[in-house]
């Protein structure tokens, strides 16, 4: 510990030597650090929406009119085995056509005397298992059983929403990687430039029986000290858009965490690009 | 304590050290003379390691410096203290951060290494400089901040290359008495100088360099 408060000293006395140009620096980063918070924000925004949005939704089984309470009560249990599926509720016919005058109007309906609709299972799959592919295929499989007259599922904008969602998803990653990358460049460029700058006392150093590692540790420090110094710029910068879009309510979780995860993205990004920078150099 | 074995160095074709052989025993105190230019620089970076024999076998306690390997180094230096001829101080440390670094790399806890500071400097006469820098200082006083960093880790082996060149007569008397006392503790000392009145009546062996051969 007390060594470390060394190292920490030593790193900080080498940042201030150079503080113009150092806050400079970490103004950058603290900017790509910004992107990439309100980007993840935006996704997950969006992603949990849309599995809001579909959470109700599922998928219609029709049953045969020949199976009896006995055979739709196994049909059920089977259908709930399924590991995509979260629940089955049994819709009885009697119940469809009610729900069905509901939303046409008694009247519409009259002129029927036989309930033409069949009893049917109506599933909501688990979070996760919306996009359009595994539900065809959820379907297919279900059709398949014994007993099943048909499935129906609203495969169009339930696929139009999920794919739209996972295109900005791809998206968002790909803009939040290049940044990360670019993020340790600058801090491992950083950290060679002030390494270079001290060579001359780090061969002191060695001479005097350092080893490697005590002469890298203060770098890393320095990279840490960076990344988060970066982080905590572009943690308050992220809090302080949300709150104005916000415009000055309370923010929602969602909205607030990355405020946190920011400071120690940008100090795990500052060790990665010090190790970068002095962890393979020859001393 | 310091052995070599037919050890020659060469530098760009040249040789530098020829077949040098002795040994110093542990606890000995002795020098190394010769005219300048013929190689005690060389012999004693051999000794820490910053440079390397092309043949010939050097010993220095339990470590054969030709087969060390790069990860045993900083424990060998960590045994042998230097007084480099050139220094070697860091420009931006104050005179007590320049000597506490010996310890600080060896681990030593900082309220420790703040006392064995102190006592070393009040050792070699700079107690009122600690807070200079070495920039703000004379050479003699230089000197002795790097006297004071080679001698503050007990080192095993103290090396010293033309310790007295930047000082008086009567400094120079008080530099030999520190180094007389880190000998009196045991450790084994090894002088390079051009200066006789060092050894003379001193009563330890002197090796004498000429050419990049040895001669005692
Ligand atoms: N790094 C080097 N590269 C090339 N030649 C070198 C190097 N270091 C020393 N030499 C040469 O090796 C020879 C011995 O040098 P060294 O510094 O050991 O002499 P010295 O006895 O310490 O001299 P002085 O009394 O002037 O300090 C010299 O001819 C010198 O030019
Ligand atoms: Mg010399």
């Known amino acids: 510990m007390r060594i470390l408060s060394f190292h920490i000293r030593t790193a900080l006395s080498n940042m201030f030597r150079n503080i113009g140009i150092n806050l400079l620096t970490i103004f950058s980063i603290s900017v790509g650090l910004f992107l990439i918070a309100i980007t993840t924000v935006t996704v997950n925004t969006l992603n949990s929406a849309v599995s809001e949005w579909t959470e109700g939704f599922g998928l219609v089984v029709y049953l045969m009119d020949s199976l009896d309470d006995e055979s739709i009560k196994a049909l059920k249990a089977e259908v709930e085995n399924e590991p995509e599926v979260k629940d089955a509720r049994f819709i009885s016919r009697e119940t469809a056509m009610s729900r069905l005058k509901k939303v046409l109007g008694e009247a519409t309906l009259d002129g029927l005397d036989e309930n033409p609709l069949p009893n049917s299972l109506e599933i909501s799959l688990r979070q996760g298992n919306v996009q359009p592919e595994k539900v065809r295929e959820v379907a297919a499989r279900l059709k398949r059983l014994e007993g099943v007259e048909g499935v129906q599922f609203g495969e169009k904008w339930v696929g139009v929403l999920a794919n739209a969602a996972r295109r900005f998803t791809l998206f968002g990653s790909a803009l939040g990687i290049s940044l990360t990358v670019g993020i340790i460049f600058i801090l491992s460029n950083t950290i060679k430039v002030l390494f270079y700058r001290r060579s001359n006392e780090i061969k002191i150093l060695k001479l005097l029986g350092a080893t490697s590692w005590f002469i890298r540790i203060p770098f890393l420090v320095e990279g840490v000290l960076f990344g988060s110094a970066a982080g905590l710029l572009a943690s308050g910068a992220s809090y302080g858009a949300a709150y104005w879009l916000g415009s000055g309510h309370a923010l929602p979780p969602n909205l607030v965490w990355p405020t946190h995860a920011v400071i120690l993205f940008g100090g795990a990004l500052g060790i990665i690009g010090s190790l970068l920078a002095v962890g393979r150099i020859r001393l | ?216």
Request: a neutral charge.
């Open chain 2, 1 to 216: 304590m310091i052995k070599f074995d037919n050890v020659v160095k060469y530098y760009d074709g040249q040789p530098a050290l020829n077949n040098v052989s002795f040994h110093l025993e542990k606890g000995e105190m002795a020098f190394l003379t010769g005219p300048s230019g013929s190689g005690k620089t060389t012999l004693l970076r051999l000794i820490y390691r910053d440079e390397v024999a092309e043949s010939g076998r050097i010993i220095i306690a339990d470590w054969d410096l030709l087969k060390l390997t790069g990860a045993s180094i900083p424990y060998l230096r960590r045994n042998v203290g230097v007084v480099f001829q050139d220094f070697k101080l860091l420009p931006e440390r104050t005179v007590r951060e320049n000597v506490e670094l010996t310890l600080r790399i060896q681990g030593v806890p900082s309220e420790e290494a703040r006392e064995r500071v102190t006592s070393t400097l009040k050792l070699v006469g700079l107690r009122h400089k600690s807070d200079a820098l070495p920039t703000q200082l004379s050479g003699g006083e230089q000197q002795r901040v790097v006297i004071a960093r080679a001698v503050i880790g007990n080192p095993a082996v103290l090396l010293a290359d033309e310790p007295t060149g930047n000082l008086d007569p009567e400094t120079s008397k008080e530099i030999m008495d520190v180094f007389k006392a880190v000998h009196a503790k045991g450790a084994t000392v090894f002088i390079a100088t051009h200066d006789p009145a060092l050894f003379e009546h001193s009563g330890c062996r002197v090796f004498r360099l000429n050419h990049g051969g040895i001669s005692s």
